[in-house]
């Protein structure tokens, strides 16, 4: 008997519980989800390294660094050269001797 009641009375305390907490964790469903973040259009990189290395004494060598970093970073930094805080990532990719391997 008295094992009856306890039982009861530990099962009226976990719907209780369990009501409780659900009461806790509603959703507001009244609200509009946040809209998809836009994809933007990928960037040419052949086009961007071109006018990037279009003054460059060496603009094959030029080309094929800037290609790599563009790839690796979607983005090339404005202009024939500088700008890198357009790019920080462009800026900052090195090579194996620690120096600078975007253009």
Do not use: W
């Not at 836009?38 to 961007?48: E, F, I, K, R």
Request: hydrophobic fraction near 30%; aromatic fraction near 8%.
């Amino acid at each position: 008997m008295v094992f009856q009641k306890a039982f009861a009375a530990l099962l009226i305390a976990s719907f209780m519980l369990l009501h409780f907490t659900n009461a806790l964790q509603k959703v507001d469903y009244s609200k509009p989800p946040a809209p998809a973040p836009q994809v933007s259009q990928p960037l040419n990189c052949t086009g961007a390294c071109e006018y990037r290395c279009s003054e460059s004494s060496r603009p094959n060598l030029c080309n094929r660094a800037c290609g790599s970093c563009c790839h690796r970073c979607h983005c090339v930094p404005p202009g024939t050269s500088g700008n890198y805080e357009a790019c920080p990532c462009y800026f900052n990719l090195t090579t194996h001797n620690n120096t600078r391997k975007c253009p």
